[in-house]
């Protein structure tokens, strides 16, 4: 992969971790909050995470 797509890759990323932090944020305000759905997106954002590491460690920063 190119510079180009790497940048792509980590702003995509990024955004998927915005995406669960708020889906987190409202099922933690939820009456009963399904832990089980927290978890998994917790589980997700570390594996987005280790991606956004890789990419940039591809990037040399």
């Given at each position: ?5 790497h ?10 971790i ?15 909050p399904?832990?089980g759905?927290?978890?998994h ?21």
């Amino acid at each position: 992969m190119g510079k180009r797509n790497h940048l792509k890759a980590i702003r995509s990323l990024e955004k998927r971790i915005s995406e669960h932090q708020e889906k987190i944020r409202l099922e933690q305000q939820r009456e009963h909050p399904n832990s089980g759905l927290i978890y998994h997106w917790e589980k997700e954002i570390k594996a987005f995470e280790k991606g956004i590491r890789q990419a940039r460690k591809r990037l040399g920063r």
